[in-house]
């Protein structure tokens, strides 16, 4: 008797570890790929932005999809533009299909030394995370503010995108440390 509970009990935690393997098979191929770490490459567009020294590699929060990283968005504070890679949050997403609509200015204001913070036209999806931010890191708060770092900050954010090869000194070359007006638009609209 016992004999057969156990073979009966060993079958069964076979067949959960066999559904556990298929289920994450699964969801590695239904998106083409599983979620990775944005990449912390150095590329920038257009002229005026200078980032010096390497940047870090994004926050784990901001991490990013094959279906993201097909869209890059172009932030564009005077005569400095950069590119954010999207994350892979719904929030993304939707600014993605907004900003496909055209371009969008965004009246940022200085915040508690390492931030630019400013409201969207619209809200996004909420998803907050508690998340460490560093420069570049591009976060949804409260639902219908964009906040873009160029220092560090812990807090409960929804991840938006990073900032490729930004670094704290290119951001505040380009925003100033008051107000600034940037553009959101999407690379080759």
Not at 53 to 74: D, F, L, M, N, Y
Request: net charge negative; glycine share 12%; aromatic share 4%.
């Amino acid at each position: 008797m016992k004999r057969a509970i156990v073979v009966v009990a060993l079958a069964g935690l076979l067949a959960l570890a066999g559904c556990a393997q298929a289920q994450n098979s699964a969801s590695s191929t239904a998106g083409g790929s599983s979620s990775s770490s944005a990449s912390s490459s150095q590329a920038e567009v257009g002229s005026g932005s200078s980032a010096t020294g390497a940047s870090p590699a994004a926050s784990p929060a901001v991490a990013t999809s094959a279906e993201s990283e097909e869209a890059v968005i172009v932030i564009t504070a005077g005569d400095a533009s950069f590119e954010m890679t999207p994350a892979d949050t719904d929030a993304a997403r939707e600014l993605v299909g907004k900003l496909q609509d055209g371009p969008v200015t965004v009246s940022l204001h200085a915040y508690g030394g390492f931030e630019h913070v400013g409201p969207l036209p619209w809200s996004l999806p909420q998803n907050d995370e508690q998340v460490t931010s560093i420069p570049g890191d591009v976060m949804l708060y409260q639902g219908d503010q964009i906040t873009i770092f160029h220092g560090s900050n812990s807090w409960a954010y929804t991840p938006l995108g990073h900032i490729e090869g930004a670094t704290a000194d290119s951001l505040l070359a380009a925003f100033g440390d008051g107000d600034a007006d940037v553009m959101l638009s999407i690379a080759g609209n």
